[in-house]
């Protein structure tokens, strides 16, 4: 598939599919818990495909499990049944530390699990495209430098934070190489972390980072989406430009229409319902309001697509999903 195309097509449309995080809620529609979907492949490939089937979206996303890479190079995570796996502790606090931390072959822990569960979500899914779902090299270095430390150590110890990026971002260029090998028609580098930092920082902790993967996986097949939930992403969206990704996905901490005053109308701007209020709390009919007033609020913009504001919890209400999609077409359809 052209995705330069794909992207084009969609900022072209003038009624556009939305394109929320949406994979873990698929536990529900296969009976199943978190455990068991991060453990296999097919369970994850037909949660996707389960997904596909009920909702209208603009493409299929898989799992934004933030603890894969993390694992894999040595990181302790916490599994729960209804919730979101999370890293605990940390593996490097020294600058020794991260000078002999080995960067294991793709394939470690679970992400060959995952890059499985992609090649078989391409083989049921055709009607769109297919997004791997992989964490941003900033947020993977604070996953293993303890996530509370990460931004002191951008001030106490640079270096150690450098020598652990170059690492992390050399792992995650072949991870999402693997990923586009396995048929993936692109990839969402979320990169939540770097929301905490100050502009300067972002350039130079994430953003230079996060455009050395872009400049090397992305292609007219296959693209690269960025996505930042923190609130600070206002204040850093210069260098947030500059990685050139065919898409940037925001969260709910900022005003998206202040986002869409001032970004480039060739890319496309995602975002950004809140995910725990409405999709996970809210009801039919709020998450109909809320949507209904980002719309109307954004649709302006050509390169506005709707989405949730980042990974909708795997407990979230399906009649709130389904509210969102319905308010989605009810709302362009009667833009015609």
Sequence with gaps: ??????????????????MPILSFPSIQLLGVGVKELISDSDLQANGMKAVADRVDAAA????????VEAEALGAAIRISDDEVP????????????????????VGAGRTGLYIEAIRKACTLI??????????????????????????LYCYDAPEMVHKLLDKVTGFSTAYINAYKQAGA??????????????PAFNEEFSARYVKRIVDVVQTD?????????????????????????????????????????????????????????????GTPESTRAAT????????????????????????????????????VADFYAGQR
């Design 126 to 151: 055709t009607d769109r495209p297919v997004f791997a779902g992989v964490i941003g090299p900033f947020s993977l270095a604070g996953r293993l430098l303890d996530v509370s430390e990460a931004m």
């Design 60 to 67: 299929a996303l898989s799992m934004m499990d933030l603890s």
């Design 221 to 281: 097949d296959f693209a690269v989406v960025y996505h930042n939930c923190g609130g600070g992403a206002v204040q850093m969206l210069d260098a947030i430009a500059s990685i050139g990704a065919r898409g940037y996905h925001f969260g709910n901490a900022i005003d998206l229409a202040e986002v869409l005053a001032t970004f480039p109308a060739e890319a496309i701007v995602m975002g950004n319902l809140d995910p725990t209020s409405h999709f996970r709390n």
């Design 292 to 327: 209904l007033a980002l719309l109307e609020k954004c649709h302006g913009h050509p390169n506005f697509v709707i989405s949730s504001g980042c990974d909708i919890p795997p407990m979230s209400k399906w009649e709130n999903i389904d509210a969102f999609f319905t308010a």
């Design 1 to 18: 598939m052209n995705m330069v195309k794909w992207f084009d097509d969609l900022r072209q449309t003038p009624a556009k599919k939305a």
């Design 86 to 105: 999370t890293v605990v502790g940390h593996v490097i606090s020294t600058e020794a530390e991260a000078e002999a931390l080995a960067v294991p072959p």
């Design 185 to 198: 028609n692109g990839v969402v580098i979320a990169e939540p972390l770097a929301g905490v930092l100050s």
